[in-house]
């Protein structure tokens, strides 16, 4: 007989930043990147953002990879379905651990939070939202949907108070225009507070769009 069993061990969790953290910070950014992407590549997005009163903290998943074959380009992935809650208890923790790491240098009381997930990244930052209750301002989620594994309305004190906004590429490959209308249906049904922005592009980072909605909060 086969039997599973699991022991807890340390690992080195790596994450990116830009800017400065200082008495001057007045938003902290928390980015999470998408299936196959590195932390070091993705936070390259979100240079139009960087200035003295911002500051932005890039993860990184913990299981990496070759994309093709045995070498050349690296990715890496939250999460696969193989030990599924295994690997979600462990990033969710990780993720928990660099958000109080950010917080000891700085007082988040007066400092806006902003979290973004694009991709796999939306639902590895919404379980961690869920299970952590971290107070933040406003939750951007990029070309995907929320998880249905989460509790929202038991949980529904901690999301009413959370602005998300969903971007949805009207080109992006892995959402089609019926997938959309359930996912606006499911949302409605767990009374989550959301507004969707489209823009014109596929499954990508606009940073016209960015920028614009930056300018809004």
């Known amino acids: 007989m086969i039997n599973s069993k699991n022991i ?32 070091n590549e ?21 299981n990496k990879f070759y994309l093709r074959g045995f ?15 295994n690997e979600i208890h462990d990033y969710v923790q990780m993720i928990n651990e660099i958000f109080t790491t950010i917080e000891q240098e700085v007082d988040f009381k007066n400092i806006k939070i902003n979290i973004l997930g694009f991709s796999q990244g ?8 869920d ?23 038991k949980n529904s004190n901690y999301w009413k108070n959370i602005k998300t906004k969903i971007m949805i590429g009207t ?3 892995f959402i089609s225009k019926e997938m959309f209308e359930k996912e606006k249906v499911y949302l409605q049904t767990q009374n989550l507070n959301f507004k969707i922005y ?11 769009l960015l920028s614009q909605i930056s300018n809004e909060m």
């Open 42 to 62: 993705f936070i390259d997005e979100f240079k139009t953002l960087e200035n003295d009163s911002t500051f932005i903290v890039a993860p990184e998943a913990l």
């Open 71 to 85: 070498t050349g380009k690296i990715g890496a992935t939250w999460m696969t379905k193989e030990d599924r809650e």
């Open 171 to 173: 080109e992006d490959r």
């Open 8 to 39: 807890t061990v340390k690992k080195s969790a790596r994450y990116f930043t830009l800017g400065n953290l200082s008495e001057k910070t007045k938003t902290v950014w928390f980015v999470f990147h998408g299936y196959g992407q590195l932390a």
């Open 198 to 208: 489209n823009f014109s592009g596929g499954h990508i980072i606009d940073k016209k």
């Open 122 to 129: 939306s639902h590895t930052v919404v379980r961690w939202l």
């Open 131 to 153: 299970k952590y209750h971290n107070k933040i301002n406003n939750l951007l989620l990029w070309g995907t949907s929320f998880p249905r594994d989460c509790e929202y309305k």
